[in-house]
């Protein structure tokens, strides 16, 4: 008798949350996170990457763009509507051919927009 495979995935994937741009940025401006996926012997073709900040907001990309035969890249805006920072984390999911994986949490910083100066010098 054969014993199926205690798990359906065969390769491994790293997430990396690379980078959140700009940063910092202001509150209600569109912050890119761009979000590396690697394996050790190959790219994963397909699985969602989702981007969530511990203040509730969230993106997810379901578009992997080849960066080289062991990496992918997702990419997706996220707003802020609150001055702060706030830690920001990526997970990679949904893949046929790799596991589940999740980046380790990366602060960001929200500051207030700066006050409008109205044409008679003030606020």
Do not use: K, W
Not at 14 to 37: H, K, M
Not at 81 to 106: C, E, I, K, P, Y
């Amino acid at each position: 008798m054969s014993q199926a495979a205690p798990f359906p995935y065969d390769t491994v994937s790293l997430t990396t949350l690379i980078s959140l741009s700009p940063s910092p940025s202001l509150v209600n401006e569109a912050v890119t996170a761009t979000v590396r996926v690697a394996s050790p012997d190959r790219a994963p073709v397909d699985g969602t990457v989702t981007v969530t900040a511990t203040t509730g907001e969230s993106c997810s990309d379901d578009t992997p763009a080849v960066v080289d035969t062991l990496t992918v890249e997702f990419a997706c805006n996220l707003g802020f509507a609150s001055a702060g920072t706030r830690n920001v984390s990526a997970m990679f999911a949904d893949s046929s051919s790799h596991n589940d994986s999740s980046s380790t949490a990366l602060p960001h910083t929200v500051n207030a927009p700066p006050p409008e100066i109205l044409s008679d010098g003030f606020e």
